[in-house]
């Protein structure tokens, strides 16, 4: 089982920046791709960004632009850089990674979620 886990997440004012960090238990580098989707209540987890094993990144439209996805492979980490912040960031962020094993099964995991608020 891989344990994903956030941190970073907090309460801020609209046009502040904040950087979430999700700390995994081997080189990120192993996972195909690892990303961060947020929930907000009532709502399905949506993607804000995905960085691949072959450094590919993308970003949600709301997120083009203001937001940076980034790995450490030396840390173990994938990290989210987000400037600007706007409300409609608010939510749970939860680290995403996923990899295909040996007996070629595909496997998802998922962090417990950092909450992030923008509010003046």
């Known amino acids: 089982q891989v344990q994903l886990v956030e941190s970073g997440g907090g309460l801020v004012q609209p046009g502040d920046s904040l950087t979430l960090s999700c700390k995994a238990p081997r080189c990120v580098s192993d996972f195909n791709d690892m990303a961060w989707h947020r929930q907000t209540p009532g709502n399905l987890r949506e993607l804000v960004a995905s960085i691949s094993r072959g450094g590919v990144r993308e970003y949600a439209v709301s997120a083009e632009g203001r937001f940076t996805i980034s790995r450490d492979d030396s840390k173990n980490t994938v990290s989210l850089k987000m400037d600007s912040l706007k409300s409609e960031d608010t939510g749970v962020h939860y680290c995403?990674?996923?990899?295909?094993?040996?007996?070629?099964?595909?496997?998802?995991?998922w962090g417990r979620g950092t909450q992030v608020t923008v509010s003046s």
């Open positions: 995403y990674a996923d990899e295909v094993v040996d007996d070629g099964e595909g496997r998802d995991y």
